[in-house]
């Protein structure tokens, strides 16, 4: 994808010691971590569903998403997002992340392509990476993350080389 196309604005929020960032046009509300309803025989990162002003909402932990091992603090949030699901249907999901950083505006030159790091390693969820107050952040296509039927592909360490590049 060309960087002018990924210039804009973008939420910034932490993971672990590791910072990402998605675009805030994907970005519908961010709320505070509040009862999550259990749904059985889902996936663990699937942590179940919340009631947001009458509509359900299913709710991702991102964590545990990418292999991180999960953890809970004040500053856990849930980032409810607008992804979508088919060419024509939308739908709005939860993630959980550690702690939301910032919005910030990226231009061209803010961003690079996503590393070739060769051999299988699937990063088509990588948008590209960007350096926001010297910090490298992969910019996530939070549509691939949530729609990805197989995890495998996006673990942390997956993840790692593509910040640790930069």
């Known amino acids: 994808m060309p960087d002018s196309v990924l210039s804009g604005k973008y939420l910034t929020f932490a993971l672990g010691s590791e910072s990402y960032a998605i675009p805030v046009l994907k970005v519908r509300e961010i709320i505070r971590v509040s009862h999550i309803t259990l749904v059985p025989h889902m996936p663990d990162y699937i942590r179940g569903v919340i009631n947001l002003r009458g509509k359900i909402i299913p709710v991702m932990d991102l964590r545990l998403r990418f292999g991180f091992a999960a953890t809970t603090t ?21 993630m959980v992340v550690d702690a939301v950083e910032e919005v910030a505006q990226l231009a061209t030159v803010d961003v690079e392509a996503t590393p070739d790091f060769g051999a299988k390693l699937d990063t088509d969820y990588i948008l590209g990476m960007a350096t926001i107050k010297g910090v490298v952040k992969a910019l996530l296509d939070i549509d691939k993350i949530i729609s990805s039927g197989d995890p495998s592909g996006l673990t942390a360490a997956s993840l790692e080389p593509a910040i640790s590049a930069h």
């Open 74 to 94: 004040e500053q856990n949030c849930i980032v409810v997002v607008q992804i979508k699901t088919s060419d024509t249907q939308h739908t709005s999901m939860g």
